[in-house]
């Protein structure tokens, strides 16, 4: 039993050494919470991204591994957000006869929704004594993470802590945020997936696909242009109220 537990041993320090371990746990992990996702007959509180981070992180604490030698290997996924963003063209081209309709409620809503999701992030961090720093890496939370951690560095925010702010608010979003829309009446899938797509970034767009089509193209719009719209006028805002 001595000498197996110790070939064990040999063959993990091995394995870890190789960034092809930090891909395959990566892939394993979500290919778990899928299935659990599919089995609980897509309950949005088994989010497959929230569990496969969940298993990911107790894996790396049970191994020992530090993150760095893990995102060796996870980088390539997250190379893999670029492309799986610019895919979201192809259903947004589906949709484009409805898109032209309504382009100007779309416009408003992306503008007022990013607005006022910065500013109130903000204003509440501050109401319970967060740190001005703590206070500007809020801001850009409901962007896709590149962009809020570009947009937060930018601002005097800690990019580390943009980013998982940006994990827990998707995780949160695609978790509540069909449920309050049903709550609220709303029935139109554009409607939703605008909504979905400001304040729940790219982790909010997989939930509307799982949805409807139309919300997912129209969540994946909003994403993009709740990017494009915080980069530009967030820094603006902070300096114009004096963050």
Do not use: C
Request: hydrophobic residues 55%; without cysteine; neutral net charge.
């Amino acid at each position: 039993m001595p000498t197996e537990t110790s070939d064990l041993s040999t063959i993990w320090v091995y394995l870890a050494a190789s960034p092809l371990v930090g891909l395959t746990i990566t892939m394993v992990a979500y290919s778990l919470a899928y299935r659990l996702y599919v089995w609980a007959n897509h309950s949005p509180l088994l989010n497959p991204v929230a569990t496969s981070v969940i298993t990911l992180i107790a894996f790396l604490m049970l191994t020992d591994t530090s993150y760095e030698a893990y995102f060796e290997g996870g980088q390539f996924v997250h190379f893999l957000l670029g492309p799986a963003t610019v895919a979201l063209a192809i259903p947004l081209y589906q949709q484009f006869s409805k898109l032209k309709k309504v382009w100007l409620p779309v416009t408003i809503a992306i503008l007022s929704g990013v607005t006022i999701g910065a500013l109130s992030s903000v204003y509440i961090a501050r109401l319970f004594g967060a740190s001005l720093q703590t206070q500007l890496s809020l801001a850009p939370k409901s962007v896709t993470a590149p962009v809020a951690m570009g947009i937060s560095e930018k601002i005097g925010g800690l990019p580390s802590l943009t980013a998982v702010l940006v994990v827990i608010t998707g995780i949160l979003g695609a978790t509540f945020g069909t449920k309050i829309l049903a709550l609220l009446g709303i029935n139109d899938d554009s409607i939703k997936g605008i909504a979905m797509g400001v304040t729940a970034h790219g982790i909010g767009t997989a939930r509307a696909f799982h949805v409807s089509a139309e919300m997912g193209a129209f969540s994946g719009l909003a994403m993009a242009l709740s990017a494009f719209t915080t980069a530009v006028i967030l820094p603006w805002l902070i300096t114009v109220l004096g963050l």
